[in-house]
């Protein structure tokens, strides 16, 4: 008999890579699951239940994080966007790229110690708005970088061809730039939202323990050996990236291929 | 003279791009202008149109001086190489997009684009979007959009360098028809001889910088500069040698 390996391959590498996420959520109902017992001696809703009567904090750190990572993620993009213009039509362009690396070369860890002087000073140090000015550092040089590509002689043509129909610059800007670079912001926005959203060492720092963000919070019961409230909030912070993964392919990827 | 420009110049570095720039031009009127890559034709045309600015000169546009105006100000459409029409745009779109940057009613804008789509020839395609259309569509389009503007002055910067023989010779048959229907004032910029004698009311050859505007075409093409005494030299070698070929033959 002549046996047909592809589909078995196939369907065994796709349990490899759900395995995780479906123990994962198992894991979130679970609780009294000691060695050797092969089933947990509960399942159910109880550890979901706790989230919403607010118990360890958790909805409030995924509330938190969303904040965080959305406002990293739209001023990065906006900004980055707007700040890439100016960069690649610069004369010192190349000097200028080199220097957004700048906070790639040094590990998260080094460049939160490096930046708590001055957060110190300022007053912002242990707070939201630091954890997400702090952020921005990591992720403007990424957006900025990221919409190089985007300008160039046939965008810099576009403009100037805006510009001899009698439109001004916002005009160009509005009608024509941000619906052509649709796809990229998207993008941009997903990418620079993930790099917050899954940061730890810049914000374990800055926050100092009073920014519990999921991730922290995900740490913070690992080192706890809470491993069921682990796997919950394991499940919160995958539910946003899993949710803006499906928007991006269904309305950004399938259109730019 | 409709459009008077005045002893421009412009250098980059220490290479001067534009030299001692002079020439004047009727209203509606065309002036092809002839000269090989690197000659300084489309700086000259930025220049023109606000996109770059000169060193020293001034441009007269209908007795008003636009040297100091910015591009949307002057009435001046630059068209490229490239067709760029917008492509999150329909062809209808695209060629109404001047007018409702300048807020023409949609009313207005609906008579308008109707109307020009219909000079250009592209009733079929007004609801397509630019990827779906071909080379010469795509040109007309862009055309139709410069002109729906009602331009003082159309600046064409060798606009069917991209199209095939085939198609390059349409869009100039469709150009001298629009450019008379609009009355059009236009600066055609070529580096094929051929195009520049057939688009032009008149006719000019730059060099280095340098624009020669000649009086008519046939001192154009008695200037031993403009190369095309070398060009009908080679045609007629080609038709001798072509028919004693045919005499060996028979």
């Excluded at chain 1, 213009?85 to 790229?97: E, G």
């Excluded at chain 1, 610059?169 to 941009?188: E, F, S, T």
């Excluded at chain 2, 202008?33 to 209908?62: A, F, R, V």
């Excluded at chain 2, 109707?114 to 609801?127: H, N, P, R, Y």
Aim: hydrophobic residues 45%; positive net charge; aromatic residues 14%.
């Amino acid at each position: 008999m002549n046996i047909r390996w592809k589909p078995i391959i196939l369907s065994a590498f796709v349990l490899l890579v759900l395995f995780p996420f479906v123990y994962l959520v198992l894991l979130s109902f679970a609780s009294e699951w000691r060695f050797p017992t092969v089933l947990p001696e509960y399942f159910g809703l109880k550890n979901w239940r706790a989230i919403l009567g607010s118990e360890g904090g958790l909805l409030k750190s995924f509330g938190l994080s969303l904040v965080i990572s959305l406002s990293v993620a739209c001023i990065s993009t906006i900004t980055g966007f707007a700040v890439s213009r100016t960069l690649s039509y610069h004369a010192k362009r190349n000097t200028l790229t080199l220097l957004a690396y700048f906070p790639y070369v040094l590990a998260p860890v080094v460049f939160a110690v490096c930046l708590s002087y001055f957060f110190l000073k300022l007053g912002i140090f242990g707070s939201a708005t630091g954890v997400i000015i702090a952020q921005f550092f990591i992720s403007f040089p990424y957006a900025l970088i990221f919409f190089m590509s985007f300008w160039g002689q046939r965008t810099k043509s576009y403009e100037e061809l805006v510009s001899t129909l009698g439109g001004t610059r916002w005009q160009a800007y509005i009608k024509v730039l941000l619906p052509m670079a649709k796809g990229m912001l998207l993008i941009c926005f997903f990418q620079t939202f993930l790099i917050s959203w899954f940061e730890y060492g810049l914000t374990s720092i800055i926050g100092v323990g009073k920014v519990q963000t999921l991730t922290i919070k995900v740490f913070l019961f690992i080192k706890e050996a809470n491993f069921y409230y682990g796997a919950l909030s394991c499940c919160l912070l995958i539910f946003p990236p899993v949710l803006l993964l499906y928007i991006n392919k269904k309305y950004v990827f399938n259109k730019l291929i | 003279m409709f459009l008077e420009v005045q002893q421009i110049n412009k250098k980059y570095k220490e290479e001067e791009v534009v030299k001692d720039l002079n020439f004047n031009l009727d209203a509606h009127k065309t002036l092809s202008i002839l000269g090989k890559s690197g000659c300084g034709k489309t700086t000259m045309l930025k220049i023109i149109g606000g996109l770059e600015n000169s060193d020293q000169g001034k441009i007269l546009l209908n007795g008003e001086e636009i040297s100091n105006l910015s591009p949307e100000k002057r009435a001046v459409v630059y068209l490229y190489q490239e067709d760029l029409l917008f492509p999150h745009l329909t062809v209808f779109e695209n060629i109404a997009f001047g007018l409702r940057i300048k807020k023409f009613t949609n009313q207005e804008v609906d008579r308008k684009v109707k109307a020009m789509i219909k000079s250009i020839e592209l009733e079929a395609q007004w609801d397509k979007m630019p990827h779906q259309l071909s080379g010469g569509q795509r040109q007309r389009v862009s055309f139709g959009r410069a002109i729906i503007t009602n331009p003082k002055l159309l600046l064409l910067d060798e606009p069917f360098g991209s199209l095939d023989a085939g198609t390059r010779q349409r869009m100039q048959s469709l150009f001298k028809k629009i450019a008379a229907e609009f009355r059009i004032t236009s600066l055609f910029v070529t580096h094929d001889l051929k195009e520049a004698i057939l688009m032009g009311d008149e006719i000019g050859y730059m060099q280095k910088g340098k624009l020669k505007v000649y009086k008519s075409k046939e001192v154009f093409i008695r200037d031993p500069e403009t190369g095309v005494g070398n060009e009908i030299d080679f045609w007629k070698g080609l038709g001798m040698e072509n028919g004693s070929l045919k005499n060996c033959t028979m």
